[in-house]
Every structure is written in structure tokens, then in C-alpha cells.
């Protein structure tokens, strides 16, 4: 009988960023913004574990105090080398399959996460996301803030067995991605309800927790499992709180 492989959601949280430090203990209805992601995605239905992956840095002490706090586990490597810090995460808690998420996107959606599993589980493919370029600047992607990305554990050691270069460590499947006549990669096309041309909720400045904070603040009472559904509806007849960081969000990782 063939044994489930074992699938582990690794976020990338520390306290030093550099466009808003600290961003990851800033707290909106009393949780903290960490605390509030790690609750949704605790929610994904398919996950065996989740790891913060922090760095060495005596400042994160207090993201693995607060991951502790929280019941999750966590893991420490380097600052600047976000691959292998990832990968050290994975092959700490022996993680077959890897759910990269960024520390930066608290109110991420848990069905996000187990569609990604379901399709990567079923393509066969090496590396999977619903997030392409192309896409987002066509105004057919999700947010930012709803990134998902999904591979194996032992196609992230390859790959960083075969990269030297600083771009690659920082954006850890970067290497992935830019070389598909090495890896097979697939791109999940995004549903209509679900797309945001134009907004951000990806915690990277003052005016997207301003964001954020609104959205939890105004959909939270109601259901606090709220979907990303309802908060591309929200922003959408909403656009004075749409506005407010539209100038603050941009992809910078590809």
C-alpha cells in the first residue's frame, strides 16, 4: 500500500521587513496579523502540519514565541536564503509535499489551498500555482495576498542543488518556475468571482494593513470564515477602501 505523503503549509514570517517592520505583530479585532492567517489556514482541510519558517535573527524570538502561542511549529534559517530556509523547514518536519505561503497574507483562504493540493495531487506536474503574471496583469488573477504554491520537497532540493543565484534563495521556487524545460509547472486558471484587477490584500505597508484591517473589521462579525469571494465583493463596492493601497501593491517576486 502506498503511504499518503505527508503535506506541510511552511510560512515565511519574520519582523525586519524593510517596507513595514514588524508587520507580522500588528493586530486588528485583537489578533495578531500572523494569528489571524494561521487560524484560516489551519482551516485547509488537506494539511498535515504547518511550519513558520523565521530566521536566526533575535528579533523573529518573537514569531517563534508567538508560533508557540498558537500551536504550531516552527523553524529557523537564514534571513536572506528564503530556499533554503524553506527547505530546511520541510526536511526538519520530514514534509513530502510543500504549500509555500508568504507571512504576508493573513486573510489567505483555506479552499485556495486545498484546490492547489487537489489539482497538484491529480496533474502530476512538478510545481503548481494560482498565480501567473500574465494573468495578473490581465486582470484575471486572484488579489494580492492569495498565492498559493505547491512541489514536492525533493524538487525543491534538486533545485537548490542547481542554483547559485541570490534571486532564486530570496524567492525560494523561483528556479522552479523560470525553467520549465526542467520542471513541468501548471497554472490554475482563476474563477471570475474570485478575481481582483487592481486590489491587494498582501500585507507589505501601512495602507494594506489599513486594508486589511477594514475587511476584517466589516466581514469578520458576520462570518469569520469569510471567503475570498466575499472580499473581492467587498472591495468591489467598496472602492474608497479599494483605493487606499492600490499605488502600495506590486509584484516583486518574479
Keep these: 500500500m502506498t503511504q499518503k505523503p505527508r503535506i506541510v503549509a511552511t510560512i515565511e514570517a519574520r519582523m525586519t521587513s524593510s517596507r513595514l517592520p514588524g508587520k507580522m505583530m500588528l493586530t486588528c479585532l485583537g489578533k495578531t496579523m500572523l494569528e489571524h492567517m494561521v487560524a484560516r489556514v489551519k482551516r485547509a482541510t488537506c494539511l498535515d502540519d504547518i511550519i513558520i519558517a523565521t530566521t536566526l535573527n533575535e528579533t523573529d524570538d518573537v514569531i517563534t514565541r508567538e508560533a508557540t502561542r498558537l500551536n504550531v511549529k516552527y523553524f529557523r534559517g537564514s534571513e536572506d536564503n528564503v530556499m533554503s530556509r524553506v527547505l530546511g523547514a520541510a526536511q526538519a518536519f520530514k514534509a513530502d509535499i510543500i504549500v509555500e505561503l508568504t507571512g504576508d497574507c493573513p486573510l489567505m ?61 530570496e524567492h525560494v521556487s523561483r528556479y522552479l518556475y523560470q525553467t520549465p524545460e526542467r520542471y513541468s509547472v501548471k497554472y490554475l486558471p482563476v474563477p471570475k468571482l474570485q478575481r481582483g484587477p487592481a486590489m491587494s490584500v498582501t500585507l507589505d505597508t501601512q495602507q494594506d494593513f489599513q486594508v486589511i484591517c477594514r475587511v476584517l473589521k466589516a466581514l469578520t462579525p458576520e462570518n469569520p470564515d469569510f471567503t475570498i469571494e466575499d472580499v473581492v465583493s467587498f472591495l468591489t463596492w467598496h472602492p474608497d477602501i479599494r483605493r487606499l493601497n492600490q499605488d502600495a501593491g506590486q509584484i516583486n517576486t518574479r
Design 109 to 169: 483562504d483555506p479552499a485556495l489551498i486545498d484546490h492547489a493540493l487537489a489539482q497538484y495531487s491529480t496533474s502530476g506536474v512538478d510545481y503548481l500555482s494560482n498565480l501567473e503574471i500574465a494573468e495578473f496583469k490581465a486582470g484575471l488573477a486572484h488579489p494580492l495576498g492569495y498565492a498559493v504554491q505547491v512541489f514536492s520537497t525533493a524538487i525543491l532540493a534538486d533545485a537548490y542543488a542547481r542554483t547559485e543565484d541570490p534571486l532564486d534563495y
